[in-house]
């Protein structure tokens, strides 16, 4: 049904969310992050939804793909809302993060909810 409405309505970012959103919760993340380009570089959409996407983009991170998703984002650095979700995956893998101290404050936040949502994800596994 989600693949008519996006065929239907191709640029609709809310249902390209919502199918990157089902592909990441199948494990089809590297279909997901192609697709999340489709929503991420709305701004308006980001500004908007900022929660969800900052949802889906701690859950590609727990899933393993933080690189990627990093990557994603980075294509569209110049929206201040992507900020501290970019710099809490950079955080979260280890990388240098240069920016304004309110910015890192909720970086540290997104990584600390990727590895609090690692944990949940293992135990859901044992």
């Known amino acids: 049904m989600i693949i008519e409405a996006i065929a239907k309505d191709e640029n609709n970012p809310f249902y390209r969310h919502t ?4 592909l990441g919760g199948m494990g089809r993340w590297k279909e997901s992050l192609v697709i999340a380009r489709h929503f991420i570089e709305n701004g308006g ?4 939804e900022i929660k969800e996407v900052t949802e889906y983009f ?21 929206n201040p809302s992507l900020e ?3 710099a809490g995956l950079k955080i ?28 949940r994800n293992k135990e859901g596994h044992q």
Do not use: C, W
Not at 93 to 111: K, S
């Open 19 to 22: 199918y990157a959103v089902i």
């Open 45 to 48: 959409f980001v500004k908007k």
């Open 58 to 78: 701690i859950n590609a991170a727990a899933g393993g793909y933080a690189d990627e998703a990093i990557t994603a984002l980075e294509e569209y650095q110049d």
């Open 84 to 86: 501290p979700i970019i």
């Open 92 to 119: 979260f893998i280890g990388q240098e993060v240069l920016t304004a101290q309110e910015i890192m404050e909720i970086g540290h936040d997104v990584a600390q909810r990727i590895k609090d949502r690692m944990s």
